[in-house]
């Protein structure tokens, strides 16, 4: 696949980043990490870690209708507080891989990081404001003290690593069939399930109701996963709210579209399938980074709360979430070298342990992971082999 370079972001951008002051610091949990001087823990010596993270506070996907409301920044897009959380997200990353482990230097080596985004603004200048608080200050060179680090991106239409609601690698539910005759996988795979079926009948007399308060179609249950997020995001920015829905209404269809968006992305196979291309890149870096004098260290990923979703379920995360990682959240797997031959991958979602049913605790094998991202691949190939 070809990829793309966002070489440089304008420079009004890099001056509002540093001008502004970072007043939502409490938006991040606090970053730990028992380390000794040389770099090393508890688990031997950090040789390789990557950042999964979400980007920061964004904008609506789409406006309500029926409400007379306008959005500064345009839809889809970072705002100035997701900038803000992402900065900071940063500067904790700054503390634990130069400031103690020592895992990255102290000014910005192109051949020892990589960092890459879906191919959307807010992703784009999500993973910028984290790489900008990453290296602020350490004398790399930037504008205005903020380094200019390349974020590798491509079109959705070309992503195969980090939208997991794809038709490239596999069809998530393309709705054209006159184009395409393969079976979408979400009817496949969700569309049976008892609880969904449970949970549609439960909603669907209110569904004409709510299209004609919201101005939005609502159809089915999986039409909730937006109208619910809008709504969310209305609520939250004190936004207006369609006249005609309740609180009881509002508060109804964000829970049901937080609810539709852990089932799916958190169904085995269906995580096992959208994580699989990205998991196998994980495993790889790893795998790689276990040889002698290997430059790159650190891989910084920015994309979306089903990204997180579905590398969770695929790495077999004992305690599935009950709601969608906050903006900002990063999950974190890192590598250490305890000697001997031997590799440990720690597994982290903002700074509290991910426990794995293949070992019990928040860390595995280099071993085992390498049979989860087998497994997640042969899904992948029985997936592929049947819609073609």
């Known amino acids: 696949m070809k990829l793309k370079k966002l070489l440089y ?24 990490l028992p380390s000794t001087s040389d770099g090393t823990s508890s688990h ?5 870690a990557i950042d999964l993270i979400r980007h920061g506070d964004r904008t609506p996907l789409m406006e309500i209708p029926t409400v007379s409301y306008t959005w500064k920044e345009g839809l889809e897009q970072l705002t100035q507080k997701g900038i803000d959380q992402e900065f900071s997200l940063g500067a904790k990353l700054k503390d634990r891989y130069i400031t ?21 603004n807010r992703t784009i200048m999500s993973a910028n404001s984290a790489l900008a608080g990453l290296y602020f200050g350490t004398g790399s060179l930037g504008i205005a003290g903020c380094p200019v680090i390349p974020t590798h991106n491509c079109s959705r239409a070309q992503e195969d690593l980090l939208f997991p609601d794809n038709n490239l690698t596999f069809n998530f539910n393309i709705t054209d069939t006159s184009q395409d005759s393969r079976v979408p996988l979400f009817q496949t795979l969700i569309l049976p399930l008892p609880e969904w079926q449970a949970k549609e009948q439960s909603l669907k007399g209110n569904f004409a109701r709510w299209s004609q308060a919201t101005g939005v179609p609502i159809n089915n249950l999986y039409d909730l996963k937006s109208l619910g997020d809008t709504l969310f995001i209305y609520q939250l920015n004190k936004a207006p709210l369609p006249p005609l829905l309740t609180n009881e209404d509002v508060t109804t269809i964000i829970d049901a579209g937080l609810w539709v968006t852990c089932t799916v992305f958190q169904n085995k196979m269906m995580g096992q399938v959208a994580a699989a291309n990205l998991l196998q890149e994980i495993t790889t870096s790893f795998q790689t980074a276990t040889h002698p004098n290997q430059p790159l260290h ?29 903006y900002a959240s990063d999950l974190n797997l890192e590598l250490f070298d305890e000697g001997s031959g031997r590799y440990t991958v720690q597994v982290m979602l903002n700074d509290q342990p991910v426990i794995l049913t293949c070992s019990g605790k928040n860390t595995c094998t280099l071993e085992q992971l390498q049979a989860l991202s087998q497994e997640a691949s042969n899904q992948l190939k029985k997936v592929q082999a049947t819609q073609h």
Do not use: Q, W
Not at 9 to 32: E, K, M, N, R
Not at 44 to 48: A, S, T, W
Not at 305 to 311: D, F
């Open 100 to 120: 103690e482990s020592h895992l990255l230097s102290d000014h910005y080596v192109p051949e020892t990081m990589e960092a890459r985004s879906t191919g959307l």
């Open 44 to 48: 031997g010596k950090l040789i390789f």
């Open 298 to 326: 650190y891989r910084l990923y920015c994309a979306h709360e089903s990204t997180l979703l579905v590398v969770l379920t695929a790495l077999g995360a004992a305690n599935p979430l009950t709601t969608i990682p906050r």
């Open 9 to 32: 972001l304008p420079f009004l951008f890099l001056l509002l980043l540093v001008a502004t002051p970072l007043t939502y610091a409490a938006d991040i949990g606090p970053i730990s």
